[in-house]
């Protein structure tokens, strides 16, 4: 498996991989698309990393949090489901973690449902050493709240 940073040739795999997934409608996709164009203009501290295993297996995405004191948020962790439960997504979370050590990161969140289907999210962010910290009721919608999970970044 190689893990690297996102390059626009990896833009409509990416975006191709989220629809198929139907977690994203057109507007959530052109969200991702916005957000991948400003990361590769160069104009960002956000990080995107992709993992290649024949083929894209999957995405990383993380982004400073504002008015914090280098806190970063891992907005997305998404691993194609034929590459999942083989180590990718712990692959990404560790390049993630890496280069958040350089960038002296203290503290890591990831926010995720507390729906049923997000079950196996929640148990693989705990087994990654994070703490479910919070939760914030009705938050995606009227009985889907969501849970803040973080981990402690310690200095190099």
């Given at each position: 498996?190689?893990?690297?940073?996102?390059e626009?040739?990896?833009?409509?795999?990416l975006?191709?991989?989220?629809k198929?997934?139907?977690?994203f409608?057109?507007e959530?996709?052109?969200?991702?698309?916005g957000?991948l164009?400003?990361?590769?203009?160069?104009?960002?501290?956000?990080l995107?990393?992709?993992?290649e295993?024949q083929?894209l297996a999957?995405?990383?995405y993380c982004?400073?949090e504002?008015?914090?004191?280098n806190?970063?948020?891992?907005?997305?962790?998404?691993?194609?489901?034929?590459h999942?439960?083989?180590?990718v997504?712990?692959?990404?979370i560790?390049k993630?973690?890496?280069?958040?050590?350089?960038?002296?990161?203290?503290?890591l969140?990831?926010e995720?449902?507390?729906q049923?289907?997000?079950?196996?999210a929640r148990?693989f962010?705990?087994k990654?050493?994070?703490?479910n910290?919070?939760?914030?009721?009705n938050?995606?919608?009227?009985d889907?709240?969501k849970l803040i999970?973080t981990?402690?970044m310690?200095?190099q």
């Amino acid at each position: 498996m190689f893990i690297r940073p996102v390059e626009s040739s990896d833009v409509g795999p990416l975006l191709n991989m989220l629809k198929v997934s139907g977690q994203f409608d057109e507007e959530g996709l052109m969200h991702v698309r916005g957000m991948l164009e400003n990361y590769l203009s160069g104009n960002s501290e956000e990080l995107w990393f992709s993992a290649e295993q024949q083929g894209l297996a999957g995405i990383a995405y993380c982004a400073p949090e504002i008015m914090t004191n280098n806190v970063w948020n891992l907005l997305m962790l998404w691993i194609n489901p034929s590459h999942q439960r083989q180590g990718v997504g712990q692959a990404l979370i560790n390049k993630v973690e890496n280069e958040l050590r350089h960038k002296h990161a203290r503290l890591l969140l990831v926010e995720t449902s507390s729906q049923i289907e997000f079950s196996a999210a929640r148990a693989f962010y705990s087994k990654q050493g994070f703490i479910n910290e919070a939760r914030i009721g009705n938050y995606y919608a009227i009985d889907e709240d969501k849970l803040i999970f973080t981990k402690n970044m310690p200095p190099q």
